[in-house]
């Protein structure tokens, strides 16, 4: 079972920037996708971003398209999140999670237990 623990959360002004990390142990971590998902106050949780294993192939949801980056270090066995120019909207608790493919994680898949997962507050 992957552990995955969210972290770099914080509260920042509208149009700020954050980086946020997820680091994962207890499976070879470089062999899945990674995503990026969120949850608001009163909705559900949607995803926000994806990553292949190797990289090569990525997607955003289009709500932060332009504005976050997605990437990830194997080596090091952690996703990261570059959010700017935020929006109050982008408050959420964001989480991490990992799936076989990019299709089946915006498909709703996601590998293992959610985490405790780290908030961001976006203030207007």
């Known amino acids: 079972q992957v552990q995955l623990v969210e972290s770099g959360g914080g509260l920042v002004q509208a149009g700020g920037s954050l980086r946020l990390s997820c680091a994962a142990s207890g499976r070879t971590f470089n062999r899945y996708t990674m995503g990026w998902f969120r949850q608001a106050p009163g909705k559900e949780r949607e995803f926000v971003a994806a990553?292949?294993?190797?990289?090569?192939?990525?997607l955003y949801a289009d709500t932060v398209k332009g504005r976050f980056t997605i990437s990830r270090d194997n080596t090091k066995d952690t996703v990261y999140l570059e959010m700017n120019r935020l929006k109050p909207e982008d408050t959420a608790v964001y989480y991490c999670n990992e799936d076989f493919t990019i299709a089946t994680m915006i498909s709703g898949g996601a590998l293992d237990a959610w985490g405790q997962g780290t908030l961001v507050t976006v203030s207007s």
């Open positions: 990553i292949s294993w190797s990289g090569g192939s990525i």
